[in-house]
């Protein structure tokens, strides 16, 4: 899959989306996954929580709640990218004054889904780079990020942690082959 943007804005969500998503993902960050990452290094100031990995339901409440108010979003990333399916859905918590170092997400998920963004809990001193470009992800905004890409975070605010829904989206012509692998 092609991806020649570092970030890209989708579409906005309102208010009432968002605080629902918020209210919905309020929960214990329990890292559940920490053998995905290098905790130690890459995500020592990130706390997560999945409801879905590697399209198995983590959480089964969570994730009917999810989409019981998701028709309208999922809806709009069909629009853009096709049927498909969500491939993981978590959310990271950011601590105040903390960052994720450099690096890029590898392996052939990453490659075949879109990650999508959407601040929930953000504010001017987040900062997201990729290369040299810096971009301040807005809250009710919904952006793809380009995670092949080197690129890294910084939340330069004290007393603030930044928190964000991440959703990767595998649309129905690259279904077959991660089903392959």
Known sequence: MNKPFFIRELFSIDDNYKNKLISLFDCDYNNEFDHLHNREYFFKDVDSSFIMHNFDVCNEKKFLDFCKISDRFILNIEKLYGKGRPYNIQISKLKSKGKIPEHVDHGLSYMFSHRIHIPLITNEGVIFSIGKNKYN??????????????????NTTDNFERVHLILDYISEDYLNYYEII
């Open 137 to 154: 992800l807005k809250e009710n905004s919904v952006y793809e990020v380009n995670n092949s890409r080197r690129h890294s975070v910084v």
